[in-house]
């Protein structure tokens, strides 16, 4: 992470925050339609299907098909998958949890966000876990401030989970995002407190918790893209695009936390 310098990162201001925020409420607001997709019996590939003409229709065009030949119009992954899944004919069934990732590019901007929805009856474990990704994504947010170090906010997410015996994914990271979808600088789940870069306002990151339930190794499928984990156990994905300005963290994703109440007001047994 040290590597990158803050020089590096791109700094944004005015009209350029605007197009970026733009950008990221479209992307937001398709994926909220989109998730209310996900249900019992609808295949991957439906699912994939509707976000297309949902992008279609908001004038914009997906950031993730073609990019370096993804076929997909959106990511989503079921269960063990931990991003980059390819929808298809898989069918969702009762019990799955769906990570539903959409990036779009919007009038020279990028929108980029993800949640994880679950289905029916999940295990009680499943939902701690997903309540448990939301949470460190809202404990790394908190840092995203000026004059704060990257290092710190990165290192906020795997310090969250490990309280929960989860764990946190180390081969796809986060990353900064404005013109492009990726930018400088990465963005990991995990770190060292204090180490640079500072952050500035006027940058803006796609922070990405991905969280495991078992072990945090992973492999890639056979179609190159799909990320799994490797003992099979499910992972979670949430994502916001955040703005760094002279006061509180500004989500230009922003929606309603699936589970405000974090992960002690879950019950105990199986939902």
Same mark, same amino acid.
């Given at each position: 992470m040290g590597f990158f310098s803050a020089n590096k990162i791109p700094v944004r201001h005015g009209s350029q925050q605007d197009g970026i925020r733009r950008a990221c409420g479209v992307a937001r607001d398709i994926l909220l339609k989109t998730a209310e997709q996900v249900r019992q019996g609808a295949t991957t590939k439906e699912v994939d299907r @509707?976000?297309?003409?949902?992008?279609?229709?908001?004038?914009?065009?997906?950031? @993730?098909?073609?990019?370096?030949? @993804?076929?997909g119009n959106i990511c989503i992954s079921i269960n063990e998958e931990i991003v980059h899944g390819i929808g298809g004919p898989r069918v969702i069934q009762d019990g799955d949890v769906v990570k539903v990732d959409i990036g779009v590019a919007y009038e020279g901007w990028i929108g980029d966000n993800a949640l994880t929805v679950p289905v029916g009856n999940v295990a009680a474990e499943t939902m701690r876990l997903l309540a448990a990704t939301e949470e460190s994504l809202y404990a790394a947010i908190s840092h995203a401030r000026d004059g704060e170090m990257l290092g710190?906010?990165?290192?906020?997410?795997?310090?969250?989970?490990?309280?929960?015996?989860?764990? *946190?994914?180390?081969?796809? *990271?986060?990353?900064?995002?404005?013109?492009k979808l990726h930018e400088e600088p990465q963005v990991p789940n995990f770190g060292k407190r204090g180490e640079r870069p500072r952050l500035k306002a006027g940058m803006t990151l796609a922070i990405e918790p991905m969280v495991n339930l078992g072990t945090a190794k992973t492999r890639i499928l056979a179609d190159k893209w799909t990320a799994i984990t490797q003992d099979r156990k499910p992972s979670a994905h949430y994502e916001h695009v955040v703005l760094i300005t002279t006061g509180e963290p500004e989500i230009l994703t922003l929606r309603d936390?699936?589970?405000?109440?974090? *992960?002690?007001?879950?019950?105990?047994?199986?939902?």
């Open positions: @509707f976000a297309a003409a949902e992008i279609k229709a908001r004038n914009c065009t997906s950031a @993730f098909l073609g990019y370096r030949n @993804f076929p710190t906010l990165c290192a906020s997410v795997e310090e969250h989970v490990l309280q929960y015996g989860f764990t *946190v994914v180390r081969e796809f *990271v986060g990353h900064g995002v404005g013109r936390r699936m589970f405000p109440l974090g *992960v002690a007001s879950l019950p105990a047994g199986v939902p």
